[in-house]
């Protein structure tokens, strides 16, 4: 096996290319988008990612990754778009479909197809194989189809890449191995062979834990706030016990997985997926809720300048999917009584509907800060050009990153932290 033709150049496509190419594959990356194709076939990227632009640039020049707006003949064809949801939070499955039919007259008898978009349960068996089947293949004989699931953290997808352990289901055994082969030349990690629907299933449960824990920790900052307790407080000493391991709160959850992949379960099973979906409610309802302690920290200005710290959903990166920062964001510009000023680092303005600000002009004259992204740059953060340029130094450290805590010339409220309010 020597080509791979990968489909989508996102997040996840583009760093899994490049990987592939580094490790000697030929490799072609498809993408709708003229200007990722463009700029990849020059050695350029846009996505922010530690690392990725030496590799591209290397692999671009040693003619192993190059890109295409059409899919080409392969001997393994990798398919990795994005899986958002509907408005009633089901799957969108579409671009999978897309990228099925595309490639379908360009596969022949004995190729491998992967799926690593993230899908609902039963995907590769019910939609999937029989886009095929239709096609003239039997993709229980002629192809070799499985699901490979992508599990990696932004900032450190070139190294999980490498050296994570990766589900492979087959909608065959025999397909589960030939795509487990696929990997096996670039992955160090265990290489877990199982069934379709049980690598679907096994990573929407590896996200769901993580939003399920999360709810848990924003319900207990909304409890202590009541009772005038410190949330962080009580996690640290509950996370002594050698069994516990609370997670920490916060202003919601975003990107493409734990905000997306537990719908899929409820999709599936609503009944039976209800602590599934009150968790989902709970991190929903987080946005609004440090809205109005926003508003309550502003009650005595008539007009309050707010700025806003931090779009993406994680720190360090420049992901703003599904970030519960942008909702943050959006209400507040909407809402008449606030002078709202935005500023993030790492976030480009084509990303964003509305005006971005430098820190200087965030925070000067701001009655109050508030930080809603973990990056590097708020955990450092100069008290000094604070104190001296707002109107009234308050920090609203809804990460409970910057490492601040009030004093004589400076007043920090946390997430899971309201005494005094």
């Given at each position: ?45 846009i996505i922010e990612e530690t690392g990725l632009p030496e590799v591209v640039k290397e692999a671009v020049e040693s003619g192993k990754l190059r890109a295409s707006l059409e899919p080409e003949a392969a ?140 709810a848990l920790a924003n319900e207990l900052a909304k409890i202590c706030a009541e009772l005038g307790v410190d949330a962080h407080k009580v996690i640290e000493l509950a996370n002594r016990h050698p069994r ?178």
């Open positions: 096996m020597q080509k791979i033709c990968i489909i989508g150049l996102g997040y996840i496509g583009l760093p899994t290319a490049a990987v592939f190419a580094r490790a000697g594959y030929d490799v072609v990356g498809v993408d709708v988008n003229e200007k990722v194709v463009e700029l990849l076939n020059k050695g350029e990227i001997d393994a064809f990798i398919i990795a778009v994005p899986t958002p949801v509907h408005e009633d939070h089901s799957a969108n499955v579409d671009y999978v479909v897309s990228a099925a039919q595309k490639i379908v007259p360009h596969v022949k008898k004995g190729d491998v197809v992967i799926v690593e978009s993230t899908i609902p349960p039963r995907t590769i068996d019910d939609i999937v194989a029989p886009i095929f089947r239709e096609a003239g293949f039997d993709p229980e004989q002629d192809i070799h189809l499985a699901h490979c699931p992508e599990r990696v953290l932004p900032g450190r997808i070139l190294i999980e890449l490498v050296e994570n352990a990766r589900i492979v289901g087959g909608l065959t055994p025999a397909a589960a191995q030939k795509a487990a082969d696929v990997y096996r030349r670039v992955v160090t990690g265990d290489i877990l062979v199982t069934e379709a629907v049980t690598a679907e299933m096994s990573k929407l449960m590896e996200n769901t834990f993580r939003d399920v824990n999360i516990v391991n609370l997670h920490q709160p916060g202003p919601g959850v975003g990107g493409h997985c734990l905000a997306v992949d537990p719908y899929f379960i409820v999709e599936k099973a609503p009944a039976a997926a209800q602590m599934i979906k009150l968790s989902r409610d709970i991190n929903n309802s987080m946005p609004d809720y440090v809205i109005d302690q926003i508003i309550r920290m502003t009650s005595d200005i008539e007009r309050p300048s707010v700025a806003l710290f931090g779009l993406t959903y994680k720190g360090n990166i420049d992901d703003v999917r599904e970030s519960p920062a942008i909702e943050i964001v959006e209400k507040m510009i909407e809402n008449p009584r606030f002078n709202v000023r935005v500023h993030d680092p790492h976030v480009r303005t084509e990303q964003v509907s509305f005006p971005l600000s430098s820190f200087e002009e965030a925070v000067e004259s701001a009655h109050l800060v508030v930080i809603l992204a973990d990056h590097n740059e708020f955990k450092s953060l100069d008290v000094s050009k604070l104190t001296n340029s707002m109107a009234r130094p308050v920090i609203f450290d809804t990460k409970n990153c910057t490492g601040l805590e009030s004093g004589s010339s400076l007043t920090v409220h946390k997430i899971g932290d309201l005494r005094g309010l």
